[in-house]
C-alpha cells in the first residue's frame, strides 16, 4: 500500500503563488504516473497536471503557463508550482499515483488511480 500525503495549500490573494508537495510513502514502480486533481464545491473532479516517469509531464489548459509539475525521486515526493493564482484556482488539490505511465488520453481519467491523498486546500482571493 501506499500513503501519499499533501502539503502547503493555504490561502493567498489573487496573482500569488504556492508550492504544493506530495509524499509518499515508498518508492511505487519504475513505469508511475503521479498527477494532481482539484475539486472545488458543487464541481466536478479536474485533473490540472501530470508528470510520469519517463519525464512526460500534462497539463490542463487552465493552468498551463502559470503551474509547474514536478517530482524528486530521491526523496519520492510530488511538487505543483503555482503563481499568477486566480480565484477560481480555489479547490481542494489532491495527488494521486497510479502504476502505469500517464498518456493525454487517459491522464485525467480518475478511476484509473489506485492512490490517492486527503488533499490541501487552496484558498485565492480577489
Known amino acids: 500500500q501506499v500513503q501519499l500525503v499533501e502539503s502547503g495549500g493555504g490561502s493567498v490573494q489573487a496573482g500569488g503563488s504556492l508550492r504544493l508537495s506530495c509524499a509518499a510513502s515508498?518508492?511505487?514502480?519504475?513505469?508511475?504516473?503521479m498527477a494532481w486533481f482539484r475539486q472545488a464545491p458543487g464541481k466536478e473532479r479536474e485533473g490540472v497536471a501530470a508528470?510520469?516517469?519517463?519525464?512526460?509531464?500534462y497539463y490542463a489548459d487552465s493552468v498551463k503557463g502559470r503551474f509547474t509539475i514536478s517530482q524528486d525521486n530521491a526523496k519520492n515526493t510530488l511538487y505543483l508550482e503555482m503563481s499568477s493564482l486566480k480565484p477560481e484556482d480555489t479547490a481542494m488539490y489532491l495527488c494521486?499515483?497510479?502504476?502505469?505511465?500517464?498518456?493525454?488520453?487517459?491522464?485525467?481519467?480518475?478511476?484509473?488511480?489506485?492512490?490517492w491523498g486527503q488533499g490541501s486546500e487552496v484558498t485565492v482571493s480577489s
Open positions: 494521486a499515483a497510479r502504476m502505469a505511465y500517464c498518456y493525454s488520453a487517459s491522464w485525467r481519467q480518475t478511476d484509473s488511480f489506485a492512490y
Open positions: 508528470i510520469d516517469s519517463a519525464g512526460f509531464t
Open positions: 515508498r518508492y511505487i514502480s519504475s513505469k508511475v504516473c
